[in-house]
């Protein structure tokens, strides 16, 4: 069964610098595509970054604030996040998904529970 697990929230001061983690386990793939989202209070959720085999993509609102990496393992998501404000706070979520190499096949959208970043002026 696959699992996200998140981790790295938590409250700081507007201008932080918090590296949020997702470690990913069970899963029967050789490759996929990792991501951020995030979702406000009382909106929707919205792309943050993303990472394949490819290149790292990141929405227009985090670009330059921003970093996503994958750690040796692959396995493991980062995104560090710099220069925080508090349009910043919501819950983030990881995501696995994309497509394997293996199988030939589609992966589903597979989610974490998400870490909460409350960012305080």
């Known amino acids: 069964q696959v699992q996200l697990v998140e981790s790295g929230g938590g409250s700081v001061q507007a201008g932080g610098s918090p590296r949020l983690s997702c470690v990913a386990s069970g899963y029967p793939y050789c490759s996929f595509d990792m991501s951020w989202y995030s979702q406000a209070s009382r909106k929707d959720s919205e792309f943050v970054a993303g990472?394949?085999?490819?290149?790292?993509y990141y929405a227009d609102s985090v670009k330059g604030r921003f970093t996503i990496a994958q750690g040796n393992a692959k396995n493991t998501l980062y995104l560090q996040m710099n220069s925080l404000t508090p349009e910043d706070t919501a819950m983030y979520y990881c995501k696995m998904g994309g497509y394997d190499d293996c199988s030939g096949s589609p992966i589903p959208n597979y989610w974490g529970q998400g870490t909460q970043v409350t960012v305080s002026s």
């Open positions: 990472i394949d085999k490819h290149a790292s």
